[in-house]
């Protein structure tokens, strides 16, 4: 009983605190991130890396594409100009699914145009 409400608690803290600190290894939520975007422990200016972005924008873009091209083969103004705002929509739903689905990892890096090697 107590060993299954342990394992249970264990999946809660790691449903909501997905983010870990490249440096501390602190893990916290999305929520804490997006306040500051750095770790809150160590306080370090924390990103998502440069493959998670690429994948991210490239998946939104193909989602908008695709939506904009099915209105477009409709041949009706209306319809091409609601599909935008459609697959806007839309793009951003999954793009919230993948953020839930697969946490980023997370890169240290300086703020501004100094770029320092932190580890
Ligand atoms: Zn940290």
Redesign the pocket.
């Known amino acids: 009983m107590n060993q299954r409400r342990q394992a249970f608690r264990r999946i809660i803290k790691r449903r909501g605190r997905p983010l870990t600190?490249p440096?501390?290894n602190?893990k916290f939520s999305f929520r804490r991130y997006f306040k500051g975007r750095c770790?809150p422990?160590?306080k370090?200016p924390v990103g998502f890396s440069l493959g998670y972005r690429v994948v991210l924008t490239s998946v939104g873009l193909v989602v908008v594409g695709k939506i904009v091209y099915t209105a477009l083969l409709t041949r009706s103004f209306v319809g091409v100009m609601l599909s935008m705002v459609l697959g806007l929509v839309v793009a951003l739903a999954v793009q919230a699914v993948i953020f839930r689905k697969f946490p980023p990892k997370l890169q240290a890096h300086a703020e501004g145009q100094i770029w320092l090697r932190l580890r």
């Open positions: 600190c440096l501390c602190f770790c422990k160590c370090v």
